[in-house]
């Protein structure tokens, strides 16, 4: 397997040194399953290279960035080890399949390691099986052998849509389905997170995002079942700080 793929810890396989000049005391459990994400569509040059620099420093999984981004972060991140997701679809899921296809496509040839898809909710809610799993199916073709994490969006789903939509996404070839986007009415909760586990099993990923601003939020969605967690707040949580808020 390849430096940039994953194993279910969410870390990237093979060794990741870190920095010298991390803190002592870090917490390296959880930076090595963070996305580190900055997805506000006011978000300025600046703040991607601080964005960047931040993952860089604490050694963090990746960054997380809308795709017309993915470019620059891999500019600035240069031969560091962590990775850029880019999003597709972003944030409603509401664009076509094909659409969600080509960001993926562009994405991957800016350099995006991985994809974070929003699926079409109203086509989960609706119970419309074949046209959900196509729309996860052509951006996994898409991205051509790169992680795919789909996003439910939980905070508007029933219970039952939300294990349906858990297994669809399974099927449909992705190997992470994540709670939210952090831009609807709800992020990620740990309820949430353990029925998603419980659906999916063991061997797959369950990326929590969303409203985790603090190492105890984090620690408590890891205990529920995530392997993977999306936040704004990547350098409160590592270093247990308490300047984290909302956490995207």
């Known amino acids: 397997m390849s430096k940039g793929s994953i194993g279910l810890s969410g870390a990237a396989i093979g060794?990741?040194?870190?920095?010298?000049?991390?803190?002592?005391?870090?917490?390296?459990?959880?930076?090595?399953?963070?996305?580190?994400?900055?997805?506000?569509?006011?978000?300025?040059?600046?703040?991607?290279?601080?964005?960047?620099a931040e993952a860089a420093h604490y050694?963090?999984?990746?960054v997380c960035v809308n795709s017309t981004h993915v470019g620059l972060c891999g500019e600035l991140l240069g031969a560091s080890d962590v990775r850029v997701v880019a999003t597709a679809g972003f944030p409603l899921g509401a664009a076509s399949a094909i659409a969600k296809a080509?960001?993926?496509?562009?994405?991957?040839?800016?350099?995006?390691?991985?994809?974070?898809?929003?699926?079409?909710?109203?086509?989960?809610?609706?119970?419309?099986?074949?046209?959900?799993?196509?729309?996860?199916?052509?951006?996994?073709?898409?991205?051509?052998?790169?992680?795919?994490?789909?996003?439910?969006?939980?905070?508007?789903?029933?219970?039952?849509?939300?294990?349906r939509g858990a297994a669809w996404v399974r099927r449909a070839g992705a190997v992470f389905v994540k709670t939210s986007t952090g831009f609807a009415a709800g992020g990620a909760t740990e309820e949430d997170v353990r029925l998603l586990r419980?659906?999916?099993?063991?061997?797959?990923?369950?990326?929590?995002?969303?409203?985790?601003?603090?190492?105890?939020?984090?620690?408590?969605m890891i205990a529920a079942g995530a392997n993977r967690l999306g936040t704004s707040a990547g350098v409160a949580i590592v270093t247990e700080s308490e300047k984290g808020g909302a956490g995207y």
């Open 59 to 62: 050694d963090l999984a990746t």
């Open 102 to 163: 080509a960001e993926a496509s562009q994405a991957v040839r800016d350099g995006a390691s991985e994809i974070d898809m929003v699926c079409q909710i109203g086509d989960l809610k609706s119970g419309r099986e074949r046209a959900f799993m196509e729309d996860i199916r052509r951006v996994v073709d898409a991205a051509d052998g790169r992680v795919v994490k789909a996003i439910l969006e939980t905070c508007l789903l029933t219970d039952d849509e939300k294990r």
């Open 15 to 52: 060794p990741r040194p870190g920095l010298l000049l991390v803190e002592c005391g870090m917490r390296r459990d959880l930076a090595v399953l963070i996305d580190h994400t900055l997805l506000r569509p006011d978000a300025v040059p600046s703040e991607f290279e601080r964005l960047c």
């Open 198 to 220: 419980s659906e999916v099993g063991p061997d797959f990923g369950v990326k929590a995002a969303g409203g985790i601003g603090d190492a105890e939020t984090a620690d408590r």
